[in-house]
């Protein structure tokens, strides 16, 4: 499978997996990963990023890729999205999860509107919030 088959699979998951998430037309693209026309004037773009380097704890997974993400979030915000939403994902997490929400500190600025952990072996989703 190669990596936009895989981006495709896991926002299929997502998208049916998160009660919260909006109704409308989902489209594969660049640069961020997916837009979500949720109405005339209402467009979402979803970055996803796979969480590697497993010698890493999963906070310091968790914010080196955030890191890495919010440095391509200036490019993001130069396109017309009223939000933008990063969804993390691991598949190999063994670990336990917090319930519905992580907090992670971090000496940052910018951040996008709602970024998001998702275990694709326990299809548990749990909101990332940055401190």
Request: proline share 3%.
């Amino acid at each position: 499978m190669n990596q936009k088959e895989e981006e495709k699979l896991v926002m299929s998951l997502f998208r049916k997996k998160f009660e919260d998430f909006p109704k409308g037309k989902l489209v594969a693209s660049e640069s961020p990963d997916f837009t979500l026309k949720v109405g005339r004037h209402n467009t979402l773009g979803i970055e996803l990023s796979r969480l590697v380097d497993e010698q890493m704890a999963l906070p310091e997974r968790i914010k080196t890729s955030l890191s890495k993400k919010i440095e391509k979030l200036e490019l993001y915000q130069k396109k017309v999205f009223n939000q933008i939403w990063l969804i993390l994902y691991v598949d190999e997490y063994s670990g336990i999860l917090p319930a519905k929400t992580m907090e992670i500190e971090m000496d940052q600025t910018q951040k996008f509107n709602r970024q998001f952990l998702f275990d694709l072996f326990s299809m548990k989703i749990v909101e990332i919030r940055i401190l």
